[in-house]
């Protein structure tokens, strides 16, 4: 699921992939914009390799009328040269092929789209089994759905608050289900999925692309069935350039010495294959990068596009900065940071003078009068271990009628971020806290994250609260909104609750809890704890009762060393009764929020949706898992829940076999998405499909989340707090957008954090040997998920030490057998046959370039057997 290498491999420096072979560099040129078709000599007319853009005219009217689609642009990071646009219809994607045909736009681009006469659309071999047809997805999964980043700690709500379930569940992206790194591969003329690791090391020079999968239609186009076709279109304007137009990478001197070109010119290679080549003036490259460009073969550096024009195979940069070797962890992290847009600057004197300047800062009187006054109550924080920005607390009174006052009491932000202000406006373009392994990219100042707005144990803090009457079953009796002021009494960690919860009649004794303040005591906290987890309980039943769905991939935590800041290890992180806790009532809390703020603003409520998965892909998989014997309904969200925690046992076979179809049913999951309520007409689009309920929104994480500060705003208005929102809607949808943007991706650079340390790792204390299932078939190869760490990885044959390989299809399943050269040569070779869900044996081990790791498959013993019994479950699942 996660982009697991930053190897710096180049494209041949031949012509780019989809360019016509006619057009390429003419010696002469004076600047890169100077292009001559090699074969014919044009007289006084450039030669474009891309065609001019539309007018905007015609691209408004285009869409209007139908002939134009828009949508975001998803390159194929495994090969670059396949790109697709999202169906308006839900229907397969529609497929660009080549560079010219993406023309000039870059991975995450809204573009428009004008289809290809049909004659030219994509063919779809039913024969070929090495298919990847939609595999430019990166899984999506709203948090609510999944959780699935690498922690070192897990940051609120990415696997605690209910966001997470749902929507840290998705990986705290947002699809409630997540497309993941799977790839589609084509059986039979239907997709079966094969999640391969994103390894676009395999596709560098040495290893041309075969392009026979895909051709264009040839005699009778209707005589083809309309499974087999697949639209095709070219990019034809740009709507908004969503992509940084950074991209980290290395400097190479050009390969034709006496051209003109060659002394004003290096070339930028990119780490990210979707990335062009990019000419970069050599006044900008280091003073003595031409005499010696070896010393620089490691260095990676930062480079900016600054145009692509259409005569030009290559794009035209300026190199911003040089980071550092290639491989090492800052240097590799700034460079993340720098492709997807993240603002790590320090903040400006201007943001600083926003904050209060007399510290230590106190409440004013003022305040506390116009407050609801909380303070004496238990109240407390909990949290990961390492959390310093708390923006959640808990209380849980018991009634004398049998009944609860449960509280959920989130720092108020919005007091200390005046609207309009300049720290306003650098929160609202951060938009979210960027979660590194090793650090945070904070939203607001520290002084705010740690100190002002965090529910620090022991100090008057300010929150927003929300507070009900409920029974034990976890029923609604009587809901209150409101300022309140608050002292939490202790600072709980996940696994301070854990034990509570794990000896519910046993004290624990003080040294193993952190301090409470002597107004309340740990019986006080462990009570609360065990009420609030015995409501958690019956709301979360409750919940997947009604249809709710989980879709739970591994995550990873890491532990660091402390000096020198390289991962030591790592471990699945356990998502625990004491986190399921904290997250049912962040999402009772976010959905209360979301029903007031909605019947008090219907226009401009920012709320949160989920739509349903993609229908194509998801019917595709139900048919693959049917091929497969196994029997899923993913006729709603509840059903499949259902189908995925019934179809298994609580064997390790059974286990492994559900964290391959968890990843796969990700894939067709949407994202979750911030909107405005005005600005969509059917009210049945504001459903959340992952949480199966019609209203949601963010409003428990605001030091974290710019679109939280918004709704808590939204909430004062409709308590009378403040006046009325006079921001009109499509303003509201505009920053809606951006908060998406911003979402998602902080949620890639979280993936690529832990997939650069995942691979330090490897290097560093490699080999690794785990366990692994089989997750996809391919001719030449299979993909599996690595059970010990989560990850995705294709095997190639080629890399075996094999005497040969043989792959068949055994009615509709794809199956590959193995003939292990013996070690002893009086042995006879042993034969292993791989499929969907074989487990077997992988070694990961680092490979000469940075940050590059591959996995092999370990042989089998003398019998062809691993140990493991596969206990094939043939039961339906009940009705």
Not at 248 to 267: H, M, Q, V
Request: with cysteine; glycine share 6%; hydrophobic share 35%.
């Amino acid at each position: 699921m996660s982009h697991s290498d930053y190897n710096l491999n180049l494209w041949p420096l031949g012509t780019p992939r989809g360019v016509p072979s006619g057009v390429g560099l003419h010696d002469g040129g004076a600047s890169p914009g100077d292009r001559k078709s090699k074969n014919k000599p044009v007289r006084g007319k450039k030669k474009s390799v891309f065609e001019t853009y539309m007018s905007k005219e015609d691209v408004s009217e285009g869409l209007k009328r139908g002939t134009l689609i828009q949508g975001v642009l998803r390159i194929n990071p495994k090969k670059f040269h396949e790109a697709f646009v999202p169906s308006p219809d839900g229907d397969r994607d529609i497929f660009i092929d080549g560079v010219v045909a993406r023309n000039r736009a870059l991975n995450g681009d809204l573009v428009v789209v004008k289809l290809l006469p049909e004659e030219q659309w994509k063919v779809i071999k039913p024969e070929s089994s090495d298919k990847e047809a939609e595999a430019a997805y990166e899984p999506d999964l709203p948090g609510e759905l999944c959780g699935r980043h690498l922690l070192l700690q897990p940051p609120k709500g990415s696997s605690d608050s209910p966001d997470v379930i749902v929507e840290a569940q998705f990986g705290d992206s947002d699809s409630e289900g997540g497309p993941g790194n799977t790839q589609n591969v084509l059986v039979d003329g239907i997709k079966k999925l094969s999640v391969g690791v994103h390894d676009p090391g395999k596709e560098d020079a040495s290893t041309p692309v075969k392009k026979d999968e895909s051709t264009p239609v040839s005699q009778d186009p209707k005589a083809l069935s309309e499974k087999s076709l697949q639209r095709s279109a070219k990019v034809v304007y740009i709507l908004e350039k969503k992509h940084s137009r950074a991209a980290t990478g290395i400097l190479k001197l050009l390969a034709d010495k006496n051209s003109e070109l060659f002394r004003k010119y290096a070339l930028f290679s990119p780490s990210d294959h979707r990335v062009p080549r990019v000419y970069v003036p050599l006044k900008d490259c280091p003073q003595d990068f031409v005499a010696r460009p070896k010393d620089y073969a490691n260095t990676l550096f930062i480079c900016r596009i600054v145009d692509w024009k259409e005569d030009s195979n290559f794009a035209l940069g300026q190199l911003s900065k040089s980071l550092g070797q290639a491989g090492e962890i800052e240097p590799e992290t700034e460079g993340i940071l720098t492709e997807y847009g993240v603002d790590f600057s320090d903040f400006s004197s201007e943001v600083l003078e926003c904050l209060p300047q007399s510290l230590p800062w106190t409440i004013p009187p003022e305040e506390v009068s116009k407050r609801r006054d909380l303070r004496k109550d238990c109240i407390f924080t909990i949290d990961p271990s390492t959390a310093r920005d708390l923006d959640d607390a808990l209380s849980c009174r018991p009634l004398a009628d049998g009944t609860f006052e449960v509280g959920v009491h989130i720092a108020d932000v919005s007091y200390f971020v005046p609207e309009g202000s300049h720290l306003d406006k650098v929160a609202a373009d951060r938009a979210t806290s960027v979660y590194l392994v090793q650090k945070v990219v904070p939203m607001l100042p520290r002084l705010l994250c740690e100190e002002l707005c965090s529910l620090n144990p022991m100090t008057d803090k300010l929150t927003f609260s929300v507070i009900w009457t409920l029974t034990p079953e976890g029923k609604i009796l009587e809901e209150w909104f409101g300022r309140t002021i608050i002292r939490s009494c202790t600072k709980l960690s996940y696994e301070h609750a854990q034990s509570m919860i794990e000896s519910p009649t046993e004290k624990i004794p003080e040294e193993e809890l952190p301090p409470i303040s002597p107004e309340h005591s740990g019986e006080e906290v462990h009570r609360a704890v065990l009420n609030l987890h015995g409501i958690a309980k019956q709301l979360r039943q409750q919940r997947f009762i009604d249809g709710a769905l989980r879709l739970d991939q591994l995550k990873l935590a890491f532990t660091l060393d402390h000096e020198t800041g390289l991962p030591q290890g790592c471990h699945i992180y356990e998502y625990r009764d004491s986190n399921k806790l904290v997250e049912e009532f962040m999402l009772l809390a976010n959905m209360a929020v979301a029903h007031k703020v909605y019947r008090a603003f219907p226009e401009q409520a920012l709320l949160r949706r989920h739509p349903p998965p993609q229908a194509k892909m998801l019917s595709d998989l139900v048919e693959f898992c049917t091929q497969m014997g196994l029997s899923v309904d993913a006729s709603s969200a509840g059903a499949l829940n259902k189908s995925l925690t019934r179809v298994f046992g609580d064997d390790k076979y059974s286990l492994a076999r559900k964290e391959v179809l968890t990843n796969m049913y990700s894939r067709p999951m949407q994202m979750a998405l911030y909107f405005c309520s005005g600005m969509l007409q059917d009210q049945a689009q504001f459903r959340h499909y992952a949480l199966n309920v019609p209203l949601y929104t963010h409003f428990t994480s605001p030091i974290r989340r710019f679109a939280d500060v918004m709704v808590h705003r939204l909430l004062a208005s409709a308590l009378g707090y403040r006046e009325r929102p006079d921001t009109e809607p499509d303003a509201l949808q505009k920053q809606a957008d951006h908060c998406n943007d911003r979402r998602m991706a902080s949620k890639r650079v979280q993936e690529l954090s832990s997939s650069l340390f995942f691979a330090v790792l490897v290097k560093e204390s490699g080999p690794l040997e785990s366990e692994a299932m089989v997750m996809g078939v391919l001719n030449q190869a299979f993909d599996v998920l690595v059970l010990r760490y989560g990850v995705q990885k294709r095997i190639y044959c080629n890399a075996l030490p094999l005497r040969s390989h043989h792959f068949q299809k055994v009615g509709k399943k794809p199956e590959l057998t193995l003939i292990w050269e013996p070690e002893d040569l009086e042995q006879e070779p042993v034969q292993q046959v791989i499929t969907i869900f074989s487990l077997v044996e992988v070694v990961l081990r680092a490979e000469a370039a940075a940050l590059k790791y591959s996995a092999v498959l370990k042989p089998p013993g003398p019998e062809g057997s691993l140990g493991l019994e596969e206990e094939e479950s043939n039961e339906e699942p009940e009705d």
